[in-house]
């Protein structure tokens, strides 16, 4: 072993690394909701792909890239299979044809409003298992501090 990377930096970034500790709690929110969804035929990120579609005027694949934390490749190929279900509809921009709006389907938003009601449950147990219930309001908007600073160095 090298002196000058001794097993103590080891315990260091296992107890200190906010990027691991991140990356695990992802990871484990991400199997909790997988699980809850699955009924619906919808993974997590399918989840809140389509729930992004739910506004009133449909979205650019590029209004979505940030909300999403996603890159443009990657947002197509996520897009492919609720399209293939007939859960979103690509359409034509009516004011530049040369971009696309995505739409929920009929199909998409009753598999949403089915989903939803799971997904609250599921959050509102998240919530209750945080050490500080009261305080994840500040949570999701530290999360989203470094979200934007994030993007903001990219």
Known sequence: MRDDL?????LEVRDR?????????????ARRFDEALRPFGLTNGQFSLLMSLNRPEPPRISDLVELLAMDRTTLTAALKPLTRRGLVEVRRDE?????????????GEAVLA????????THEEVD?????PDKVEDLRQD???????GAESA
């Open 143 to 149: 999360l989203n501090a470094i979200s934007r600073t």
């Open 6 to 10: 001794p097993y103590a930096a080891t």
């Open 17 to 29: 690394c906010l990027c691991l500790h991140v990356q695990r709690a992802a990871r484990a929110l």
């Open 114 to 121: 089915q989903a939803l009601p799971v997904w609250r449950a």
């Open 95 to 107: 004011k530049d044809a040369r971009s696309r709006r995505l739409l929920l389907s009929a199909e």
């Open 128 to 132: 209750a298992l945080l050490a500080s």
